[in-house]
């Protein structure tokens, strides 16, 4: 009885170890359909969100239809993700890949920057995604350096992937990790 607890704890352990510095069990020359259990769902509680609320529940709809192996619900006694407005600019606090703070700063959007865009790209960092700066409006994570006369609230094909792969099953994303703090 002891020994095979023992086995099992073990098991789990390396199980638990491989996925943590993402050494995968298997091997597929394809991506698989993401099975329903696969997907994690992560809570963002948007009561201190103030005028942005709408916004933020429009950003997770952007995201939801983007990735499956990530969604983003509304709940606030779950709260992976606290969304905040204030009057600085807008940035996002990871503290491990999934969980962290957004400010909905209102700096920017004072200056004619999309507040869609400004929460997508901000919910962008808590899924694991890096500033890409400068770049194109047609890449999310390039942000502010876009102008404000970008509108696009998309993740492109790169955005999408990385998140995904973010998000696969025992998957660890580095640049998430603790602390981290990327501005729009």
Same mark, same amino acid.
């Given at each position: 009885?002891?020994?095979?607890? *023992? #086995? ?12 943590? &510095?993402?050494? +995968?069990?298997? $091997? ?8 329903a259990?696969a ?16 916004v933020?529940?429009?950003?997770a ?10 969604k983003?619900?509304?709940?606030s ?5 606290v ?5 600085g600019?807008?940035?996002?606090? *990871? #503290?491990?890949l ?10 920017? &959007?004072?200056? +004619?920057?999309? $507040? ?10 808590i ?20 102008g ?37």
């Open positions: 009885m002891f020994l095979r607890r *023992t #086995t099992r704890a073990l098991v789990a352990l390396l199980v638990l170890t491989l996925g943590l &510095v993402g050494v +995968g069990l298997g $091997t597929a020359s394809a991506a698989p359909e993401v099975d259990s997907v994690r769902t992560l809570y963002y509680d948007s009561s201190r969100a103030g005028e942005f609320k709408e933020i529940d429009e950003a709809v952007v995201w939801n239809n983007h990735v499956k192996n990530v983003l619900q509304k709940g006694s779950r709260a992976n993700i969304v905040i407005a204030d009057n600019w807008p940035r996002a606090q *990871t #503290t491990s999934g969980n962290g703070r957004v400010y909905m700063g209102r700096q920017a &959007v004072q200056q +004619g920057y999309d $507040t869609l865009r400004i929460a997508t790209h901000e919910l962008g960092h899924l694991g995604l890096p500033d890409r700066k400068p770049g194109p409006c047609s890449s999310l994570m390039s942000g502010s350096s876009a404000t006369e970008c509108r696009n609230p998309n993740p492109n094909a790169r955005e999408i992937s990385e998140v995904e792969r973010n998000f696969r099953r025992g998957a660890v994303v580095a640049e998430a990790l603790p602390e981290a703090v990327r501005v729009f």
